[in-house]
């Protein structure tokens, strides 16, 4: 099975898990500021559950590379939008400050 970090946390999940949902079921926030009430809950529209992943997920599907594609996002981001994200092995996660996740100073790093 493979393993998150994150926030201090591993957790274990299935192969091919969405990780948002992996993440947010083991009490891990996704969003900063109002994007905790206003968010497209897992569609891939609103673009708020962006999250730097190191390690082995899924490829960036159409809706994940249409959302990046916009401001304040880039495609040449290291991000991902944890809800179209599979995780596909052992991966670690960090969260950065901004509405949508886009900002420099991190949230929660995979240590803390």
């Known amino acids: 099975m ?3 970090l994150a926030q201090g946390k591993t957790i274990e ?3 091919g898990a969405k990780l948002g949902r992996v993440l947010q079921h083991n ?4 969003y900063n500021g109002g994007a905790k009430l206003i968010n497209c809950r897992g569609i891939g529209s609103c673009g708020t559950c ?3 992943v190191e390690g082995e997920v899924s490829a960036a599907n159409w809706r994940d590379k249409a959302r990046r ?12 939008l944890a809800c179209q994200t599979q995780v596909l ?12 996740g ?11």
Request: glycine fraction near 10%; include cysteine; charged fraction near 25%.
């Open 2 to 4: 493979p393993k998150v």
């Open 13 to 15: 999940c299935d192969r």
């Open 27 to 30: 009490g891990i926030d996704l």
């Open 50 to 52: 962006a999250v730097k």
């Open 69 to 80: 594609s916009l401001p304040p996002h880039s495609p040449t981001a290291e991000l991902r």
């Open 89 to 100: 092995g052992d991966v670690k996660v960090t969260k950065f400050a901004g509405f949508w």
């Open 102 to 112: 886009e900002g420099s100073q991190i949230v929660w790093t995979p240590e803390g």
